[in-house]
């Protein structure tokens, strides 16, 4: 019985000119799962052609426009048909564009024999199982935990076709990737070549002695805290992990990308995303308008995209002396929010060894700081601020950063929730309001006869006292005016905190909708973009 044979034919691509002909070869094979060791062994044995003559030298060179043969024995085919779902972005008499979801392995591999794309897509496209091999269709792959668009051949005649586009770099092909923190280029090309890593087999790595690789990375968000970005990744080699060893070897790693160092907890995979493909259809006329694929990323990208653009929405409460703000502020904080004082923290900045006690002593010796061990002596303090203007600025300049710096840390660690309270009384005073830091201001208005009273009464303040701090603030209807919020207190304790449920209800839900807007803002810098360089990447391309 003759020996089954199956044979595979192609035309020399403009860039593969002055390359081996065991490279070029293995590399149009690549997805047929054949190594360059078994190539070169195929060559030898005299199964290869060179415009229509066997050739059997792997090192042979070839041009643009040759000819170029090889025959392998046929293996019966070992892959069984598997249910499982395909989304189908495209179909037609050549080809198909799919969607792969992430965790889906593309082809079999020594430890992962079945439940691959491969074997769904048998069981999905009968035409496929007329071709040999465990990789039938495939052309190009994505690692198993990236998500996107996949093109896969429907005949042997399209895979031919299309192996030649990949190997032209006729295809266009970008990515979007979440990374850790904002590069400080907008735009640039990493053409580093990329090996194997000399002692960890399993990753890849910058090298030397490594394949020529090139990737454009463009910054479509960056993230005002600089915590993260959202790359679009054009590439035009097809390097393994070529873009999460880029992105890493740049020092941004992809986020959830383990392997290369982007653990995150928002993250359970490489946040990578195959989002737009486009390449001239493998059979039609040269004047042919190219296929164009866009794939919008998968719920646990936008989910984990959420997480990480989230920051609580800042509420600062502020208001003239006596008008309530502590009172509402505690009233909040029984609603399970979580809430700080300005004040609260300037007393905590004050103790001994912390910054704020540390500022005074050295600024103003054993004035206010008599003991450097011991307390400030906050008696003297005041009774200074209230005789001297210019020493209560100074001081101000002094603590009030370190007040803005605590209320920052507090924030940190309130990230998961959707607001924080924090109670500022000279919040436009001390121009806290000019760096907003997504935060809405909420006054506190009571009516300053109402306000007096109280002072002078509850806590012993002189008429002589109120004036004083009063002219501390900005006038009270200028301070109103200021704010995004206005809450009437001119009524009973009571009364001040059923307003403090229903200011906490509107304070939620325009937190929500700050989330949700943010998002949205973050999505449209990838929908509906131009599709910059799509012509230059349907030509032959070479890497520098």
Avoid at 517 to 523: A, G
Wanted: net charge positive; aromatic share 4%; glycine share 8%.
């Amino acid at each position: 019985m003759p020996e089954q044979v199956i044979r595979h034919e192609f035309t020399v691509a403009p860039a593969e000119t002055g390359a081996r002909l065991d490279a070029v070869l293995a590399g149009r094979l690549q997805s047929e799962g054949l190594s360059r060791e078994k190539v070169k062994k195929l060559i030898k044995e005299g199964r290869a052609e060179l415009n229509g003559r066997v050739c059997d030298s792997p090192k042979a060179e070839v041009r643009a426009g040759d000819g170029l043969a090889l025959e392998r024995p046929a293996e019966a085919a070992a892959i069984a048909p598997e249910a499982g779902e395909v989304t189908v972005v495209h179909r037609d008499k050549e080809l198909a564009v799919l969607d792969k979801p992430a965790g889906l392995a593309v082809h079999p591999c020594p430890n992962r024999p079945d439940g691959t794309l491969a074997h769904r897509l048998v069981a999905h496209f009968p035409e496929l199982a007329a071709m040999e091999g465990f990789r039938p269709g495939i052309v190009h792959r994505l690692d198993k935990d990236t998500s996107g668009l996949l093109v896969v051949a429907l005949s042997e005649k399209s895979r031919q076709a299309l192996n030649a586009l990949f190997a032209g770099r006729e295809i266009f092909k970008e990515y979007l990737a979440l990374t850790h923190g904002v590069p400080p280029q907008a735009e640039e090309t990493i053409a580093t070549p990329i090996g194997r890593h000399p002692t960890q087999k399993t990753r890849m790595a910058v090298s030397k002695a490594g394949k020529p690789a090139k990737s454009l990375r463009r910054t479509l968000y960056a993230d005002p805290a600089g915590r993260f970005s959202v790359q679009a990744v054009r590439i035009f080699t097809g390097r393994t992990h070529q873009i999460r060893v880029h992105l890493a070897h740049i020092g941004h790693p992809i986020i959830g990308d383990l392997l290369y160092g982007g653990a995150h907890p928002a993250a359970m995979r490489q946040m990578l995303h195959a989002h737009r493909l486009a390449f001239l259809p493998p059979s039609a006329d040269p004047q042919a308008a190219p296929l164009r694929f866009v794939c919008p990323p998968p719920q646990d990208f936008l989910n984990c995209l959420r997480q990480l653009a989230h920051r609580p929405l800042r509420v600062a409460l502020t208001g003239s002396p006596g008008c309530g703000k502590s009172t509402l502020l505690r009233a909040l904080g029984r609603l399970d929010l979580p809430t700080a004082s300005a004040d609260a923290l300037v007393a905590e900045l004050y103790g001994p060894g912390r910054a704020g006690h540390l500022a005074l002593r050295s600024r103003y010796g054993a004035r206010f700081v008599p003991d450097p061990a011991g307390p400030v002596d906050k008696k003297a303090l005041t009774k200074a601020l209230l005789a001297d203007n210019r020493l209560r600025r100074e001081v101000e300049e002094l603590i009030h950063p370190l007040v803005d710096l605590e209320m920052e840390a507090f924030c940190d660690r309130h990230i998961p929730d959707g607001l924080v309270i924090l109670e500022i009384p000279l919040y436009f005073e001390a121009g806290f309001h000019e760096t907003p830091k997504n935060t809405v201001s909420v006054g506190v208005h009571r009516p300053f006869a109402l306000r007096c009273k109280d002072l002078m009464e509850k806590r012993g303040w002189s008429k002589r006292l109120v004036e004083r701090m009063e002219s501390w603030q900005w006038p009270e209807a200028d301070k109103m005016r200021a704010c995004d919020l206005v809450l009437d207190n001119s009524g009973s304790l009571p009364e001040l905190e059923a307003k403090a449920g229903e200011l906490a209800r509107t304070l939620m839900e325009r937190a929500c909708r700050a989330d949700a807007e943010r998002l949205e803002n973050i999505r449209k810098t990838w929908e509906n973009r131009p599709w910059t360089g799509l012509d230059e990447a349907l030509e032959k391309h070479s890497l520098p």
